[in-house]
């Protein structure tokens, strides 16, 4: 089992989008294994998007991401960070294919409404920048056995 860490950024909130995007991701099997919602500040979010910095759309993802509340979430599965990656589809909404939540529900970059860890070494770095390890459970679902063969 693999675990990835997957933000519903402010634009995701704000549109009253949380539950569609949450049910993606349930749909498909992944298990939520924490859950947040906060505003980041704009320390943490410079902690975050660290290997962005420098980069000319960095300010406006910066004042993007910090202007209000996201919902964090660690979800676990069989080869989570690219199967909630492939449910994100790809950064240009615009571009994105169709049934993913960006191509579906967004059409700008800068509005791409989601963020997933893109392998399992940034989720591990990722999950332990937003989640203390007491703030994940490891707990087994009834229909676990008809979703994890
Ligand atoms: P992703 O979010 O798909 O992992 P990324 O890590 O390359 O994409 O970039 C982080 C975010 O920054 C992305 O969700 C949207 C924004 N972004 C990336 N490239 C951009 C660009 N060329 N112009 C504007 N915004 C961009
Ligand atoms: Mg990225």
């Given at each position: 089992m693999e675990r990835t860490f997957v933000m519903i950024k402010p634009d995701g909130v704000q549109r009253g989008l949380v539950?569609?995007?949450?049910?993606?991701?349930?749909?498909r099997g992944l298990k939520i294994v924490g859950m947040k919602m906060l505003q980041m500040s704009?320390?943490?979010?410079?902690?975050?998007?660290?290997?962005h910095i420098g980069k000319p759309f960095f300010d406006g993802l910066l004042k993007y991401i910090t202007s209000g509340p996201v919902v964090a979430m660690v979800l676990e599965g069989t080869e989570a960070v690219a199967a909630a990656?492939?449910?994100?589809?790809?950064?240009?909404p615009?571009?994105?294919?169709?049934?993913?939540?960006?191509?579906?529900?967004g059409l700008e970059m800068g509005r791409n409404?989601?963020?997933?860890?893109?392998?399992?070494?940034?989720?591990?770095?990722?999950?332990?920048l937003w989640f203390k390890p007491e703030e994940l459970l490891s707990y087994s679902r009834t229909i676990?056995?008809?979703?994890f063969e």
């Open positions: 539950g569609e995007i949450v049910r993606r991701f349930e749909a704009n320390d943490f979010a410079k902690k975050h998007y660290e290997v990656r492939a449910t994100m589809g790809a950064t240009n615009a571009k994105a294919a169709p049934g993913t939540i960006r191509a579906d529900l409404l989601i963020h997933g860890s893109d392998g399992p070494e940034t989720a591990q770095t990722e999950i332990a676990d056995a008809w979703i």
